[in-house]
């Protein structure tokens, strides 16, 4: 069975510092994509940052950016000098790549909740 | 570019009334996904159509739950009967033809009493 784990319910960070949040995914599949998504206390799903599996080059956007391990299956994310906005829910998702296939189902993990604080 | 969009944002109903929930996906997205989302778990996937055809609703309740996509465009998910686990956020999804991201809609939260 592909899963997502992400073994830290909840963290915290002071603002302006650095916060890495983990995650970890088990699949037999070669070709995927692994996002993060950011969910604030208004529910709306928002995309953080996206890796492709083939691609060795570990992604980054602006503040974000992620430690892709393919060997290990970890997917790390890292954001750097945290903002009071940042504070939400982290969701890791990963999506099998069937090559021609229609069928792109992302499978979530729990989240991890993470407070910034001032 | 403006993004996927739903109404209502809100809705309270009492159990065994009925509710629908529109969407309308980003312009030239073939692919529109229906998630239920319950307080503290990740989302759910409901439905997934490809254009105006159905993917995937192996998960969606068939019994009390129906979802279209007529044109290809604009979606509706209905509930009849509602029941009180039916209370969730039900979000809204769409991604282009062959892309791997999916770019959410607001959600709309459902109170069912």
């Known amino acids: 069975a592909q899963t997502v784990t992400q073994s830290q319910p909840e963290m915290s960070v002071q603002e302006a510092e650095t916060v890495t949040l983990s995650c970890t995914y088990d699949?037999?599949?070669?070709?995927?994509?692994l996002f993060w998504y950011k969910q604030p206390p208004s529910r709306q799903m928002i995309l953080v940052i996206r890796?492709?599996?083939?691609k060795q080059q570990n992604a980054t956007e602006n503040r974000f950016s992620v430690n892709f391990q393919k060997a290990a299956k970890s997917f790390s994310l890292k954001i750097s000098d945290s903002q009071l906005g940042d504070t939400a829910m982290y969701f890791c998702?990963?999506?099998?790549?069937?090559?021609?296939?229609?069928?792109?189902?992302?499978?979530w993990g729990l989240g991890t909740s993470l407070a910034v604080n001032p | 570019e403006a993004g996927v969009a739903q109404s209502p944002r809100y809705k309270i109903i009492e159990k065994r009334q009925s509710v629908a929930f529109w969407c309308n996906p980003i312009?030239?997205?073939?692919?529109l996904y229906w998630y239920q989302q319950i307080l503290g778990q990740g989302p759910k996937l409901l439905i997934q159509?490809?254009?105006?055809?159905?993917?995937?609703d192996s998960q969606l309740p068939k019994d009390r739950f129906s979802a279209e996509r007529l044109k290809g465009v604009d979606s509706t998910l209905k509930i009849q009967p509602a029941k009180l686990e039916d209370s969730a956020v039900y979000l809204c999804?769409?991604?282009?033809?062959?892309?791997?991201?999916?770019?959410f809609g607001p959600g709309t939260r459902l109170t069912v009493t």
């Open positions: 999804a769409s991604s282009p033809q062959g892309a791997g991201e999916q770019y």
């Open positions: 312009s030239g997205h073939a692919t």
């Open positions: 159509f490809q254009n105006n055809g159905v993917v995937d």
């Open positions: 699949t037999s599949e070669n070709n995927y994509y």
């Open positions: 890796q492709e599996a083939y």
């Open positions: 998702a990963f999506m099998p790549y069937p090559w021609g296939g229609n069928n792109r189902k992302l499978i």
